[in-house]
């Protein structure tokens, strides 16, 4: 199972940025799951994930870390790395 994890914080702007961005490529993907942590109130698992800054976003599959982005990458960077981990 591919899942995208999304580590934000509600004071970091890019953070704002990319939400409507993973809602809209959340609309095209019915087998990944995609969930979402806010920093500040999940610290265990951001430690666990070893984010260091926000916005990152994480594909995973089956447990392995496939792909990570730091900062606000376009649309198409995070779409070819979800369709890459679905193969």
């Known amino acids: 199972m591919v899942t995208v994890k999304k580590f934000s914080a509600v ?8 939400t409507p961005v993973m809602n ?3 609309g095209n993907y019915s087998n990944v799951n995609f969930e979402e942590y806010d ?25 392995i870390e496939l792909q ?3 900062g606000l990458s ?3 960077a ?3 790395a979800i369709n890459e981990a679905i193969k």
């Open 11 to 18: 004071w970091c702007g890019p953070c704002r940025a990319l």
């Open 24 to 26: 809209e490529i959340k």
């Open 39 to 63: 920093i500040d109130e999940y610290s265990d698992i951001t430690e666990e994930y070893g984010v260091r800054s926000v916005p990152t976003v994480i594909i995973v599959k089956d447990g």
């Open 68 to 70: 990570r982005f730091t």
């Open 74 to 76: 376009s649309k198409m």
């Open 78 to 80: 995070y779409t070819n």
